[in-house]
Structures are given as C-alpha cells and as structure tokens.
C-alpha cells in the first residue's frame, strides 16, 4: 500500500480504468451503545410494568377472596348456631344473620322457629330466658339498614342477657301459628 493512508473498514478500494483508487464508502449499519442502552431500558421498563400489573392484580385477587371467605363464614347462620346459644337440634326456618366487623363489631340474626316457648329455642344453661319477657322490647339499634332486619316495625317481647361476657339482646314475636320469630342482637362480639 506504499504511501496510502490505510482505508477505513467501511471504505472499499476500486480501481479505475487509469489504476488510480476510488473509494466508496459502504454505509455501515451501526448501532451505538447509547440506542442499545435506551432499548434495553425500554424493554426493562415494560417487563417491570406487566410484571408489576400481574403481581398487584394477584394480590388484589388474594385479598378479595380472603375478605369474601372470612364474610361468608362470618355471615353464615350455621356455623353461628353454637354463638346465637341456640338448643341443638333446633329447626330453623327463614334464617338471616348479618357479621359486622369493625372495633365494635355486632351481629344480628333474625330467624323463625316452630315451637311454643321461647324457653324451647335457647341452650337454658348458657342462657337465661326468663330475661326475654319485657313487653314492648325495642332493640334501638336504627342503623341497620338489612331489608329483612324488621324488628323496629314489630312490637316484641325481649329483653337482653349476659353470655360469656357480653350482652345478648333477644326480641321475638308470637305469630300465632305455633312459630315464633326470633331476632338476636349481640354488640362487640
């Protein structure tokens, strides 16, 4: 190459019809550091975005069907019997029961039994039924707003007794059909 200066790697050398070189100049397809960086980043930002999405719509999913559980087992009238210190073996009839959780927590149950006596409902040992005989009972309890809780439209007999603690609110209306309906009320349970 003699007195030449050395041809860059994207320069090809041709020679014309007088043997003089030309150069052209091949254009090179080059991809600097900064764009591959600047995909990469791109590409690292979407990939933490979906990954981000998918992990909160999962864990927003989890939470959701934690809450629906524990309020499907606190809202469920059966595995509240034993709490409600209802007799064993009591049918019950159109059963409601609402789990308020919260610092105050309340659940109130509204239900119709076939029996004579108010005595015939509840577990005698844990609770005192001779207590549920006032006249003219009123829960006063005007915030809940359940469309079956219809217990301030009803004059009832009740009162309210202390279970394990806490104060257990009973009314009940005779309906004159050999039933009775019952509505329990039982504040920071």
């Known amino acids: 190459m ?3 200066e050395s041809i860059n790697s ?33 590409s690292i930002k979407s990939c933490c975005l979906v990954t981000g999405t998918i992990v909160g719509v999962v864990a927003f999913l989890g939470i959701l069907g934690i809450v629906y559980f524990v309020d ?4 469920d009238f059966e595995s509240r019997r034993e709490m409600l ?30 029996v004579k006596d108010i005595d015939e409902v509840f577990d005698t040992s844990k609770v005192d039924t001779s207590e549920f005989t006032q ?20 004059t009832l007999i009740g009162g309210e007794d202390e279970v394990g603690g806490d104060f ?19 504040f920071e349970v």
């Open 2 to 4: 003699g007195g030449r």
């Open 10 to 42: 994207n320069q090809s050398e041709q020679a014309t019809p007088n043997g003089a070189p030309v150069f052209d100049v091949i254009p090179k397809m080059e991809t600097t550091d900064s764009s591959n960086n600047q995909r990469s980043k791109r």
């Open 72 to 75: 499907r087992q606190m809202g």
């Open 85 to 114: 210190c209802l007799r064993p073996g009591l049918v019950v009839e159109d059963e409601y029961l609402t789990y308020g959780p919260g610092f105050d927590a309340a659940m109130w149950s509204k239900f119709t039994v076939r």
């Open 135 to 154: 006249a003219g009972y009123e829960f006063n309890v005007d915030w809940i707003d359940d469309v079956w809780w219809d217990a301030d439209k009803r």
């Open 168 to 186: 257990m609110r009973v009314g009940y209306v005779d309906n004159g059909d050999g039933t009775l309906t019952i509505y329990v009320f039982w």
